[in-house]
């Protein structure tokens, strides 16, 4: 069965750092989102992309954050200068036509 | 309440008893959906069921949703020690790829065997 893959599956940086998290959907998938998750918290809505663009943002989702799809494979989120509050588990999720979006296995990013 | 929390936070049951959890949200939606995550891992997808429907079911579960009362119930009938996890309502908002979900906070299903 078709399922969404991230990479790496954990990531430790220095705040400041760049990190960029990847992300394979599905492959015939049109509508891909970042999710975030701070340990014990909610699973927070970050961003939502289809025909290339952002179509949908959260307040979280701020100018250090961006979103991108380099090739017809990947999604990448990339955090330009990471700080400690980035710390959280961050979720892929992709849909084709129907409303249910299926998510990744995550990536934990750790920030010291 | 916050939009889809669960009730209640945290249950613990016998394998074979049934399992319900509830959630309340406070917006109008699309549709609300129930995915679980086993600790520290990704999150899978359960159930879907949408606004105009009231009940739906998908081999042990069984969803309701009640519009008028912006709630909704997961049940998990004859439970077993793998469904073992955190159970999370999230409600669609929002349309044609600009739709987001929302999340509650996550119900932490314990079934001892």
């Known amino acids: 069965e078709p399922e969404v893959t991230q990479t790496p599956s954990h990531q430790v940086t220095q705040m400041g750092q760049e990190v960029i998290l990847r992300c394979v959907p599905i492959?015939?998938?049109?509508?891909f989102y970042w999710y975030r998750q701070i340990l014990g918290q909610k699973v927070e809505f970050l961003v939502s992309f289809y025909n290339n663009e952002i179509s949908e943002k959260s307040e979280i989702f701020d100018d250090q954050f961006s979103v991108e799809r380099p090739d017809g494979s990947n999604f990448t989120l990339k955090i330009r200068s990471t700080k400690l509050e980035d710390s959280a588990m961050y979720f892929c999720a992709s849909r084709g036509d129907w409303e249910t979006q299926y998510f990744g296995p995550g990536t934990r990013l750790l920030v010291l | 309440s916050q939009q889809g929390e669960e009730d209640p936070q945290a249950l613990s049951i016998q394998e074979g008893e049934n399992a319900t959890m509830n959630c309340s949200y406070k917006t109008s939606i699309n549709n609300l959906q129930w995915y679980r995550q086993n600790s520290g891992r990704g999150l899978v997808h359960l159930i879907l069921?949408?606004?105009?429907?009231r009940e739906k079911h998908s081999g042990r579960l069984r969803v309701t949703l009640d519009t008028s009362k912006k709630s909704s119930s997961l049940l998990i009938t004859a439970s077993r020690a793998a469904d073992t996890a955190s159970y999370f309502c999230?409600?669609?908002?929002?349309?044609?790829?600009?739709?987001?979900?929302?999340f509650g906070k996550g119900m932490k299903l314990t079934v001892n065997p």
């Open positions: 069921i949408r606004s105009n429907e």
């Open positions: 999230a409600t669609m908002r929002g349309r044609g790829g600009s739709e987001k979900l929302v």
């Open positions: 492959s015939n998938h049109l509508y």
